[in-house]
C-alpha cells in the first residue's frame, strides 16, 4: 500500500476522506512518533509510579506524528486502499514538521467534529499496540488539559473520550505461542504472518501493521477480543464505554501484567506542532 503524507496543505482534504470512510470502517487502529523519554520506568515500579511517569513525560514533551488505519470489523482496510503517514519515508523530518505541520487548533477543531458525528451514528473502535503512551499523547491533545491524577481517572476518560479500545498486546498474552504477551509489534506480526508496508517507527506504517495483526489475530483467535475490550497492557484499570454505567470498582485488574519496560532514547527536541496522519 502506498504511504501518503498528510501537512497542513492538504489536512482538509484528508479529514474529508477520514470521515467518508469511518461510515463503512469504523475500527481505527493508530500509532504515535514522539520525542522519547524524560524519565524512565524501572520494571519492578507500582502502578501509580509508572502512570505518574507517563503524565510526567506526556505532559513534558510534544507529540510529533500521528498514524491511523480505518478498516471494517472483518479487517478490510478502507475503501481509498491508501495508508497515510507523516513525515519522510525514512525518519521524521524535523524542520520540515515544524514549518508545515498541522496547527493544535486546527487538528484538534476538525478531528473531534469528525468524531462527534460517528459516535453519534454508531461505535467506533480504536486499537493500538502497547498504547499506553499513544493514549495519553492524544487523549492531551484532544482534550487540550493535562491528563487526569491517577490511572483510575486516566481509564476514565479515555472510555469518554474514545469509547471502545483494544490493546493487541494485551491480547497477545492470551494466544498460544506469543510468550505471554512479552513482545514487540514485529515479531507479533511475523508469529501472525503479516507482512508490513513501510518503514518501522513511521506512525503510518506502524497503524497499518497493528490494523492487519489485529485483523489476523481475531481470526486465528476468536476468543481473544472478548476478554480484552478496556484492557491496556500495563495497568489494570479496565476502560469503560461512555454511555455504559461505570463499575462500583474501576481498579479492577484486567489481568496481572509484568511491569512494562520503558524503551527509548533520551531526547528532548525545541517544540514541534503535532501532526496528523490519516489512512
Same mark, same amino acid.
Given at each position: 500500500?502506498?504511504?501518503?503524507?498528510?501537512?497542513?496543505?492538504?489536512?482538509?482534504?484528508?479529514?474529508? #476522506?477520514?470521515?467518508?470512510?469511518? @461510515?463503512?470502517?469504523?475500527?481505527?487502529?493508530?500509532?504515535?512518533?514522539?520525542?522519547?523519554?524524560?524519565?524512565?520506568?524501572?520494571?519492578?515500579?507500582?502502578?501509580?509510579?509508572?502512570?505518574?511517569?507517563?503524565?510526567?513525560?506526556?505532559?513534558?514533551?510534544?507529540?510529533?506524528?500521528?498514524?491511523?488505519?480505518?478498516?471494517?470489523?472483518?479487517?478490510?482496510?478502507?475503501?481509498?486502499?491508501?495508508?497515510?503517514?507523516?513525515?519522510?519515508?525514512?525518519?521524521?523530518?524535523?524542520?520540515?514538521?515544524? #514549518?508545515?505541520?498541522?496547527?493544535?487548533?486546527?487538528?484538534?477543531?476538525?478531528?473531534?467534529?469528525?468524531?462527534?458525528?460517528?459516535?453519534?451514528? @454508531?461505535?467506533?473502535?480504536?486499537?493500538?499496540?502497547?498504547?499506553?503512551?499513544?493514549?495519553?499523547?492524544?487523549?492531551?491533545?484532544?482534550?487540550?488539559?493535562?491528563?487526569?491524577?491517577?490511572?483510575?481517572?486516566?481509564?476514565?476518560?479515555?472510555?469518554?473520550?474514545?469509547?471502545?479500545?483494544?490493546?493487541?498486546?494485551?491480547?497477545?498474552?492470551?494466544?498460544?505461542?506469543?510468550?505471554?504477551?512479552?513482545?514487540?509489534?514485529?515479531?507479533?506480526?511475523?508469529?501472525?504472518?503479516? #507482512?508490513?508496508?513501510?518503514?518501522?517507527? #513511521?506512525?503510518?506504517?506502524?497503524?497499518?501493521?497493528?490494523?492487519?495483526?489485529?485483523?489476523?489475530?481475531?481470526?486465528?483467535?476468536?476468543?481473544?477480543?472478548?476478554?480484552?475490550?478496556?484492557?491496556?497492557?500495563?495497568?489494570?484499570?479496565?476502560?469503560?464505554?461512555?454511555?455504559?454505567?461505570?463499575?462500583?470498582?474501576?481498579?479492577?485488574?484486567?489481568?496481572?501484567?509484568?511491569?512494562?519496560?520503558?524503551?527509548?532514547?533520551?531526547?528532548?527536541?525545541?517544540?514541534?506542532?503535532?501532526?496528523?496522519?490519516?489512512?
Amino acid at each position: 500500500m502506498k504511504i501518503r503524507g498528510v501537512w497542513a496543505h492538504n489536512f482538509h482534504q484528508e479529514l474529508s #476522506q477520514f470521515d467518508h470512510c469511518l @461510515h463503512r470502517f469504523p475500527v481505527i487502529s493508530f500509532d504515535t512518533e514522539f520525542p522519547g523519554f524524560l524519565r524512565d520506568t524501572p520494571r519492578d515500579a507500582l502502578e501509580d509510579q509508572r502512570y505518574e511517569d507517563v503524565k510526567f513525560n506526556v505532559e513534558s514533551l510534544k507529540l510529533l506524528q500521528l498514524g491511523f488505519t480505518l478498516s471494517d470489523a472483518r479487517g478490510n482496510i478502507g475503501e481509498l486502499g491508501n495508508s497515510t503517514c507523516l513525515g519522510s519515508m525514512n525518519g521524521l523530518d524535523f524542520a520540515r514538521l515544524g #514549518q508545515f505541520g498541522i496547527s493544535v487548533a486546527e487538528f484538534v477543531f476538525g478531528f473531534l467534529r469528525v468524531l462527534r458525528i460517528h459516535r453519534g451514528l @454508531h461505535d467506533l473502535t480504536w486499537v493500538c499496540f502497547h498504547g499506553l503512551y499513544d493514549l495519553a499523547y492524544l487523549l492531551k491533545l484532544l482534550t487540550q488539559k493535562p491528563l487526569p491524577d491517577s490511572v483510575v481517572m486516566f481509564a476514565k476518560a479515555l472510555g469518554v473520550v474514545f469509547g471502545i479500545i483494544y490493546d493487541v498486546k494485551f491480547m497477545a498474552r492470551y494466544c498460544k505461542g506469543f510468550f505471554g504477551g512479552e513482545i514487540g509489534l514485529a515479531r507479533v506480526a511475523k508469529l501472525l504472518d503479516v #507482512q508490513r508496508s513501510g518503514e518501522a517507527h #513511521q506512525a503510518g506504517s506502524d497503524s497499518l501493521l497493528t490494523a492487519a495483526v489485529f485483523s489476523k489475530m481475531n481470526a486465528t483467535f476468536r476468543s481473544v477480543a472478548g476478554m480484552s475490550q478496556g484492557c491496556l497492557y500495563g495497568i489494570s484499570p479496565t476502560i469503560v464505554r461512555y454511555w455504559q454505567p461505570a463499575p462500583v470498582i474501576l481498579r479492577r485488574p484486567c489481568f496481572p501484567v509484568a511491569a512494562p519496560h520503558v524503551y527509548g532514547a533520551r531526547l528532548i527536541h525545541s517544540p514541534i506542532l503535532p501532526t496528523y496522519v490519516h489512512m
